[in-house]
């Protein structure tokens, strides 16, 4: 089954810690994605990548960082930084200019 | 900036209503448009689009959005909503051509009842 996969569903950290959420896709698509989901703010994008080894800020990358080493995986670390870091993540792909972008389940982080 | 504004933040109807969410968006170009739809523990995913062409365009179970250029909006409708309907509604923009960023409203929770 061709798709996005996203791990764990679940995640709680202590503050002070960095965490990495996992992103990996079989679709054989150029283009990743992170966004963040809070209630009554729908999705809002972390960080973007068109191309292995490149990535670009999107609007809330404080306290975020990525990496895109391979094609089919976009890990985002969550940074002790980022002074507001409980939120859904959700990581999404897309073929470049293609306009749709297809999601993953999501993972819930809770910094406690 | 762009910006995309959903009017309606909760929506509650019976089954069989018909519903109609509105969606507002601010960029001075071309774009394309798009309907999500997030069921209860499910992903995120495609309800409809539009790239270019008729203004109507239908998606997937019984849903259509109509691009009002002139209005800047793309409203989403059903015209007899179903208990399975219930679900978390978002209204994205991107420009056209060039890299696909979207650009996401707030949602809109609809909750339908039997």
């Known amino acids: 089954d061709g798709g996005i996969t996203q791990s764990p569903k679940y995640l709680f950290r202590k503050e002070g810690q960095n965490v990495t959420l996992s992103c990996e896709q079989n679709?054989?698509?150029?283009?990743m994605y992170w966004y963040r989901q809070d209630p009554g703010q729908g999705l809002r994008l972390i960080y973007y990548s068109q191309i292995v080894n490149d990535f670009q800020k999107g609007d809330i990358a404080e306290g975020y960082s990525v990496s895109r080493e391979k094609k089919e995986s976009f890990p985002l670390t969550v940074t002790s930084a980022q002074k507001n870091p409980t939120a859904f993540y959700l990581c999404a792909s897309s073929v470049p200019q293609a306009g749709e972008q297809y999601f993953g389940p999501g993972t819930r982080l809770t910094v406690t | 900036a762009q910006s995309v504004s959903q009017h309606n933040h909760h929506v509650i109807l019976s089954e069989a209503a018909s519903l109609e969410l509105g969606c507002n968006y601010s960029?001075?170009?071309?774009?394309?448009l798009f309907w999500y739809v997030q069921y209860p523990g499910q992903h995120l995913q495609l309800l409809l689009k539009y790239f270019s062409g008729d203004p109507l365009v239908k998606g997937i179970k019984g849903f259509e959005a109509e691009f009002i250029k002139s209005k800047f909006s793309f409203n989403l409708r059903k015209p007899s909503v179903q208990w399975s309907d219930t679900a978390e509604y978002f209204c994205?923009?991107?420009?056209?051509?060039?890299?696909?960023?979207?650009?996401f409203g707030a949602g809109t929770r609809l909750a339908v009842h039997p």
């Open positions: 679709l054989n698509h150029d283009a």
């Open positions: 994205a923009v991107s420009p056209s051509g060039g890299y696909n960023k979207l650009i």
């Open positions: 960029y001075g170009g071309t774009v394309n």
